[in-house]
């Protein structure tokens, strides 16, 4: 009986190795994400009202 438990506790250490090298793979895909979104962002609050944009007051004016 003993040896079927650790053919079973190794199968299941196997299933979980692959889900966490999943989910691993997941978050530092979201963490590249995040971060490309916040440069991204940051980029556009430099930016000064563009010619394609208008701030506030340009859509008061029109």
């Known amino acids: 009986m003993g040896r079927i438990n650790n053919i079973i506790q190794m199968h299941i250490d196997e299933l979980i190795e692959q889900k966490l090298a999943l989910l691993t793979e997941r978050v530092e895909k979201i963490e590249k994400t ?28 029109d």
């Open 34 to 61: 995040v971060l490309e979104l916040k440069s991204e962002l940051s980029e556009i609050r430099k930016e000064p009202p563009g010619k394609n944009e208008k701030g506030k007051a340009g859509l008061l004016s």
